[in-house]
T-cell receptor, first 115, second 113 residues
Framework: GENVEQHPSTLSVQEGDSAVIKCTYSDSASNYFPWYKQELGKRPQLIIDIRSNVGEKKDQRIAVTLNKTAKHFSLHITETQPEDSAVYFCAARDLSGAGSYQLTFGKGTKLSVIP | EAGVTQFPSHSVIEKGQTVTLRCDPISGHDNLYWYRRVMGKEIKFLLHFVKESKQDESGMPNNRFLAERTGGTYSTLKVQPAELEDSGVYFC???WGQGNIQYFGAGTRLSVL
C-alpha cells in the first residue's frame, strides 16, 4: 500500500518568512496530492491540491510543487502570518479507479509563526 | 452550506464499554469516509461508503468496530468493547463522487480509560 512520509514534524518561523514542508510517497500509482490545514480544535480543511499532470500550482501565498520522478511534493508558504499557525497534513491518493479512493496521510507538521 | 458534522465532539469511556460515533455528511454527498488519528500519528483510513454500501473497509482494525450507513445519509461507527488503544480522534469526511474533494468534520476525540 501507499506510504507517505512528511517532514519536519514541527516548524517555527518568524512572521514574514517562508515555510516549506516536504512529503514523499511510495506508490507510483498515486496521482492526486492534497494539503490540509487543521487549526486547533477545528476541522482539517483543504488549502491546495495538485494532480500528477502538473508540476506546480500556486494560490496567492501558497504553492505546491510535485516531482513525480522522485516521488516527492512540497508545500511552500510565503510571507507567513500568525494565522498560518496550524498543523498541516499532506496526503496522496490514486484517482484512476483501479484501487481504493482513500487518502493516505503524512504525520503532520505543526507550523508556528512567531509575530 | 453546512459542513460535515460529527457527534459527540469528545467522549470519555472506560475500557470494555461501548461507544457510538455519528457523522452527518454534507447534504447530497454520496461518499462517506471514516479516518482515525492516534496519538499524534498520521490520519489513517478506516472505511469508505458509497451511499449505503461499504466500498472499502480495508482499514478497519478488527471486528470490535462496526460502521453503518443505513439509508445512505448519516453514518455511525460503533466500538464494542472499547480498548485503550482505540483512543484517538475519529474523523469523518464526505465527497460528491469518488474522485472529488473530501470535506472533513472536526472529529470526535475518544478517550478510553
Amino acid at each position: 500500500g501507499e506510504n507517505v512520509e512528511q517532514h519536519p514534524s514541527t516548524l517555527s518561523v518568524q512572521e514574514g518568512d517562508s515555510a516549506v514542508i516536504k512529503c514523499t510517497y511510495s506508490d507510483s500509482a498515486s496521482n492526486y496530492f492534497p494539503w490540509y490545514k487543521q487549526e486547533l480544535g477545528k476541522r482539517p480543511q483543504l488549502i491546495i491540491d495538485i494532480r500528477s499532470n502538473v508540476g506546480e500550482k500556486k494560490d496567492q501565498r501558497i504553492a505546491v510543487t510535485l516531482n513525480k520522478t522522485a516521488k516527492h511534493f512540497s508545500l511552500h508558504i510565503t510571507e507567513t502570518q500568525p494565522e498560518d499557525s496550524a498543523v498541516y497534513f499532506c496526503a496522496a491518493r490514486d484517482l484512476s479507479g483501479a484501487g481504493s479512493y482513500q487518502l493516505t496521510f503524512g504525520k503532520g507538521t505543526k507550523l508556528s509563526v512567531i509575530p | 452550506e453546512a459542513g460535515v458534522t460529527q457527534f459527540p465532539s469528545h467522549s470519555v469511556i472506560e475500557k470494555g464499554q461501548t461507544v457510538t460515533l455519528r457523522c452527518d455528511p454534507i447534504s447530497g454527498h454520496d461518499n462517506l469516509y471514516w479516518y482515525r488519528r492516534v496519538m499524534g500519528k498520521e490520519i489513517k483510513f478506516l472505511l469508505h461508503f458509497v451511499k449505503e454500501s461499504k466500498q472499502d473497509e480495508s482499514g478497519m482494525p478488527n471486528n470490535r468496530f462496526l460502521a453503518e450507513r443505513t439509508g445512505g445519509t448519516y453514518s455511525t461507527l460503533k466500538v464494542q468493547p472499547a480498548e485503550l488503544e482505540d483512543s484517538g480522534v475519529y474523523f469523518c469526511a464526505s465527497s460528491w463522487g469518488q474522485g472529488n474533494i473530501q470535506y472533513f468534520g472536526a472529529g470526535t476525540r475518544l478517550s478510553v480509560l
